[in-house]
C-alpha cells in the first residue's frame, strides 16, 4: 500500500490543522493506521493510531486532548485533526500502515509509510 500524507503548513500555536494520508495501491479497511511526527534532531514518536474500524483509538500524552485521528474506509484515508497547536507540535508528521492487532506505538511495527508533510507552529 502506498501512503500519500499532505495537509501541513504553518499555523499560529492555538491555531487547527487537518493532516491527510491517502491511501493507493489496495484498501486500507483492514489496516491499523498510525501518525507519528520527528522533529529536527529527535527520533520519530508516535502520536495517534486508529484501529481498522475506527472504533478504537490511541493517542501519545502530549497530544491527548488536541488532537484526534479518524479514518474514512470508503475514501481510503486517514486524517489527524490538531487542534490548539503548541509550538512542540513542530515536526515532521508521517503517516503508516500495519495488519494485525495489539501493539501499535513501536516505530518498527509499521512497514508502510508515507512521505511525511512539515507541521511547523510559530510562538
Known amino acids: 500500500v502506498q501512503l500519500q500524507a499532505s495537509g501541513g503548513g504553518l499555523v499560529q500555536a492555538g491555531g487547527s490543522l487537518r493532516l491527510s494520508c491517502v491511501a493507493s495501491g489496495r484498501t486500507i479497511s483492514g489496516y491499523v493506521m498510525g501518525w507519528f511526527r520527528q522533529a529536527p534532531g529527535k527520533e520519530r514518536e508516535f502520536v495517534a493510531v486508529?484501529?481498522?474500524?475506527?472504533?478504537?483509538?490511541h493517542y501519545a500524552d502530549s497530544v491527548k486532548g488536541r488532537f484526534t485521528i479518524s479514518r474514512d474506509n470508503g475514501r481510503n484515508t486517514a486524517y489527524l485533526h490538531m487542534d490548539n497547536v503548541k509550538p512542540e507540535d513542530t515536526a515532521v508528521h508521517f503517516c503508516?500502515?500495519?495488519?494485525?492487532?495489539?501493539?501499535?506505538?513501536?516505530?518498527?511495527?509499521?512497514?508502510?509509510w508515507g512521505q511525511g508533510t512539515q507541521v511547523t507552529v510559530s510562538s
Open positions: 503508516a500502515a500495519k495488519g494485525g492487532s495489539g501493539s501499535f506505538s513501536d516505530v518498527d511495527l509499521y512497514p508502510w
Open positions: 486508529i484501529n481498522w474500524s475506527g472504533g478504537s483509538t
